[in-house]
């Protein structure tokens, strides 16, 4: 009998840590399609500000391809700026908009795809 529970435990454990794992909606694909709908029109497709936004907004858009911003970026940084926007920037808050996986999502999309920074 306490072979059996102790089986039935060790199931139950690999069963809840793999459900877990699976669990976590936050993928590249996700954060491309969120920067693609909300996030190109100023930053660009590529991430390096460089779209008609840049011409009429001061500060202008965030280059996040630059050394600087590679420096300065830090990912809680990036995670603060999407959720609750950017002083005197055009920067708006997204928490209303998104939820936290989803901006997750976004900051992992632009370090490791736009910015080159492994996960």
Request: with cysteine.
């Amino acid at each position: 009998m306490i072979k059996l529970n102790n089986w039935c435990l060790g199931l139950l454990i690999c069963l809840f840590s793999s459900s877990i794992a699976f669990a976590d909606p936050v993928d590249s694909e996700t954060g491309r399609d969120i920067f693609f709908k909300h996030c190109k029109a100023c930053h660009g497709n590529k991430g390096d500000g460089k779209t008609f936004a840049a011409n009429v907004l001061n500060p202008p858009p965030k280059n996040f391809t630059s050394e600087k911003s590679k420096q300065q970026l830090t990912e809680k940084r990036m995670i603060r700026s999407v959720t609750d926007g950017r002083k005197d920037t055009a920067m708006m808050p997204w928490k209303s908009r998104l939820t936290a996986q989803e901006i997750q999502a976004v900051v992992n999309y632009i370090r490791q795809k736009l910015m080159s920074y492994p996960k």
